[in-house]
């Protein structure tokens, strides 16, 4: 209770009378009070000084005179305040009431003296919090730089297949334009053929396009997770040893795995290719062969050159 009360009397002697608040960059003036610097600065700015000549102030408690220039940093005070800020965020242990100190190796666990000395912990490694903080936070660092390697990488292969879509839509228009020449190349008894084609081509490249695109959307996701994986341990490393020790093993092992998953890679030449030229040589052998045997039309041949080929039988009728 002592020490309770103690820790009371030290915030009430640490708290600034003007704005109620732990002092922020704490100032001294002549007759020993300390203010917060922004407070003080505000205070002055708001009343004329009590003499013109002298320049000089009254002290918001006591109302002893003191002039600007003697306005001095406190870095005791400062210093005390930033120390009592710690120990009020410091965790207590949940079944004992008392401070964190110690560290359980096998357990991974923030303990107490007594924790260490229940049966929960018996024969367990214990170590300091201060000691073995500065280890843990360099491999919470390592960790964080393995995160930033692969974040790099999964933006590499975002920008890589946002190139690989870019081209093979470019692919594919160009190779819609070299369809529909030779198409019309073949005049308008080619028309069926050249839907069919362009149908394949279409399906080819809608199937394709959406296999590059989820590996885009999964790459985005994997950076997003990346991203809040370094942040949160960013944070851990940032915050005090208590929070950066509390389940640090847990963490370490999560992210110890993470792993960046590659999409999928594809060959970018469609395979949707028509040769106008064959198909043409092939249903002139076809005709040939019709007007050889007379009016007796053979079974034209599946596929493309088969279609052609009853066209232009059927034309030359």
């Known amino acids: 209770m002592a020490s309770a009360t103690a820790t009371k009397k030290m915030m009430e002697e640490a708290t600034c009378s003007i704005c ?15 203010f917060c610097c922004r407070c003080i600065a505000g205070t002055l700015e708001k009343n004329n000084p009590v003499t013109s000549s002298q320049g000089t102030f ?15 940093p406190n870095k005791q005070l400062e210093n005390l305040i930033e120390t009592m800020k710690e120990i009020d965020s410091e965790k207590l242990c949940e079944e004992h009431g008392e401070q964190l100190h110690l560290f359980c190796e096998d357990d991974g666990q923030l303990i107490c003296w007594h924790c260490e000395r229940s049966p929960q912990h018996q024969g367990h490694a214990t170590a300091l919090v201060k000691d073995v903080c500065p280890a843990y936070k360099e ?8 995160l930033r390697y692969l974040q790099e990488q999964c933006k590499s292969q975002k920008l890589r297949t946002r190139e690989q ?26 028309h069926e053929e050249e839907k069919c084609f362009l149908w394949r081509l279409e ?22 997770e990346l991203k809040n994986h370094i942040l949160e341990l960013e944070e851990k490393c940032q915050g005090s040893a208590q929070n950066l020790l509390q389940d640090v093993k847990d963490t370490l092992n999560r992210y110890s795995d993470v792993k960046l998953k590659l999409p999928e890679t594809f060959c970018l030449d469609p395979q949707t290719v028509c040769h106008v030229p064959e198909l043409c040589f092939d249903v002139k052998k076809m005709l040939r062969c019709f007007q050889g045997k007379g009016n007796h039309m053979q079974e034209p041949r599946s596929g493309a050159a088969g279609g052609l080929a009853a066209i232009l039988l059927l034309t030359a009728l």
């Open 20 to 34: 109620l608040e732990l002092m922020a960059e704490p100032v001294s003036i002549d007759c020993g009070h300390s």
């Open 58 to 72: 009254p002290c918001p408690l006591c109302r002893a005179p003191f002039q600007r220039e003697s306005l001095r």
């Open 139 to 146: 491999k919470l660092k390592k960790a964080v730089t393995k």
């Open 165 to 190: 879509i870019t081209e093979w839509e470019e692919n594919i228009e160009l190779q819609r334009q070299k369809i529909q020449s030779d198409f019309e190349n073949l005049h308008n008894f080619l």
């Open 203 to 224: 399906k080819e490249k809608e199937q394709i396009l959406r296999r590059l695109q989820d590996g885009e959307a999964s790459l985005k996701k994997q950076s997003l």
